[in-house]
Each structure stands twice: as structure tokens, then as C-alpha cells.
């Protein structure tokens, strides 16, 4: 079933998807530039495989999944599925950051967050299902304004409890210190495709770039520069799938000075070649045709 919900004078959008057996692929190219949606998927059933970005990830049972506009995705088992889907116009989650606390970590974060819903949780969870399905079908004056307090609840409670799974091991530090890893991610997230430089973010941040640095490295996490590096090659190899654009034109796409420059970044990385990257995916795809 697909219930959607739409603000004709803003363009909000807000859907929900569950038992459905083809809900594959739903965000199409051209809906990111026009409409990005962000979408937080629940495992209701089994455990089972999602492929993001043709990458396998398991999903075990009563498990949310945040997927983020750009993010090509389909499930093993998707009439076990419970979807939600946004754009921003419906509700901006950078812009009501002070509401939520997701942007920089639920979603646009630098690796993807599964969130283990814990038995208490899983019903509380199948209450608000319940009463989303409830207003969608309840056309009112006060529609929109009951969808939106109940994506917050959901956004509020998923958050909280990857805060929870997160902080065993960032018990020790404080809010502040984490709170910039988010807002670094977030940043980065705005700004790869023309900004390559720790110093560009650090200085938004009012931060130096050692400390940053240091910073990161208390978290145990990946370097300021690492993630942007990562954010880049992971769009560049969404070119590469899923356009038949070329190294030049993708070098342009993502604030490299020429194909050359933008081809030595991307080895260095990878460790291949964006041809060979390009022509590993059209022979993977011969052999699943053959």
C-alpha cells in the first residue's frame, strides 16, 4: 500500500509504503534533483538483504534502515517493509536540527546507521505505524499538522536509539564534540562537489583544522579529510553505475580541475582506474545477462 500526502502549496510530500512486493528502486534520478526524498525504512519482518548502491547489507529483524535522496536501494523481502518518505519541503531536518538532532548522523552521516529497535521499542513503534496510517486517511484541516508532529515522534525515537547504540562508545566525551562530527558531516554533505579542503569546513566550524582533527581522532573516527574523500568517491562511483558519463564530465560535476586530476584521486583511493571501475561493472552486468 502507498499513502501520500501532499501540501500543494510548499510541494511537501510525505508517503508511507508497506506490503508492497515492488518497492525497488522507488527514488529515481530524476526525482533527486527535483524532489530529494529522505526515507527511514523498517525491517519488520526477518532478517534479510538490502543492496544499497548494488552493495549487500543484512538487515536483521526489527531494524531501521535511513536512506538519504541519492542512495539506490531494493529489499530481499520488501512486503516486509514499512517505508516513510520526505522531502524537504515537507520537513528540512538541517533547518529544525534544534527538533530532531539526525542531520550529520541518522542520516548524511559517512558510514550508513542500522538501528536495532529493542522489543519495548518495537511496539511503540507499531503504535505511531498505526496512527500514521490513521491520519492518512483522516482529510481534515489539521492533516498536515498531525503527519508532522508524528514524523518527528519517529525521527525522535529512531535518533534516540542510535544515540544509545552510539554512545557506548562515546560515553566519555561531551555533547559539544559530538555535535561537531554531525555538523561536520552535514557540511561536508552541502559542500564535497566544490570544497576538498578540512581547512574550508574547519573554518565554517570556527575550528582549526588540527583540532578537528583531534577531535575526530578522540571519537574514534574516520579523519576530516577521510570523509570527504569518502563522500566524493562514493558519488563518483554512482556516476560511474549509473550514468554513461564521462571522466571529464564527472570531474566537472565534482570540483576536479580536469578528468586527469579527478582520475589520480579516485586511483589513489580505490586503488582502480575510473575505466577500469567503469568497464568491471559492464562486464559484471554482461555475465548476469549471459
Not at 236 to 259: H, M, N, V, W
Request: with cysteine; glycine share 4%; hydrophobic share 40%.
Amino acid at each position: 500500500m502507498h499513502l501520500s500526502f501532499e501540501e500543494r502549496s510548499t510541494g511537501g510530500t510525505l508517503r508511507l509504503i508497506f506490503h508492497e512486493t515492488e518497492f525497488r528502486n522507488s527514488i529515481r534520478p530524476a526525482e533527486q534533483r527535483a524532489l530529494p526524498f529522505l526515507t527511514i525504512a523498517w525491517n519488520r519482518g526477518k532478517a534479510q538483504t538490502a543492496y544499497i548502491d548494488d552493495a549487500p547489507v543484512p538487515i536483521p529483524a526489527h531494524t531501521i534502515v535511513p536512506l538519504v535522496s541519492d542512495q539506490q536501494f531494493c529489499f530481499e523481502c520488501p512486503k516486509d517493509i514499512v517505508a516513510w518518505q520526505f522531502n524537504r519541503d515537507f520537513y528540512c531536518i538541517a533547518r529544525h536540527d534544534a527538533e530532531v538532532g539526525c542531520a550529520g548522523f541518522l542520516f548524511y552521516a559517512n558510514t550508513l546507521l542500522l538501528v536495532e529497535m529493542p522489543p519495548g521499542q518495537r511496539q511503540s513503534l507499531d503504535v505511531v505505524f498505526k496512527m500514521f496510517v490513521e491520519e492518512f486517511n483522516t482529510k481534515d484541516n489539521i492533516q498536515h499538522e498531525m503527519l508532522l508532529v508524528l514524523l518527528k515522534r519517529l525521527i525522535v525515537k529512531v535518533t534516540t536509539e542510535a544515540r544509545k547504540k552510539y554512545a557506548r562508545t562515546t560515553e566519555h566525551f561531551s555533547q559539544d564534540k559530538l555535535d561537531l562530527v554531525r555538523q561536520y558531516n552535514l557540511l561536508v554533505e552541502q559542500h564535497f562537489t566544490s570544497e576538498h579542503e578540512v581547512r574550508f569546513y574547519a573554518g565554517l566550524l570556527n575550528r582549526s583544522p588540527k583540532t578537528l582533527a583531534n577531535i575526530f581522532l578522540m571519537l574514534n573516527h574516520e579523519s576530516p579529510l577521510k570523509v570527504i574523500h569518502k563522500r566524493i568517491i562514493m558519488e563518483a562511483k554512482r556516476y560511474l553505475y549509473y550514468t554513461d558519463q564521462s571522466a571529464k564530465e564527472i570531474a566537472d560535476r565534482l570540483g576536479f580541475e580536469d578528468a586527469a586530476n579527478f582520475s589520480r584521486f579516485f586511483k589513489t583511493n580505490t586503488g582502480i582506474a575510473p575505466t577500469d571501475f567503469k568497464n568491471s561493472i559492464k562486464l559484471s552486468q554482461k555475465q548476469i545477462i549471459n
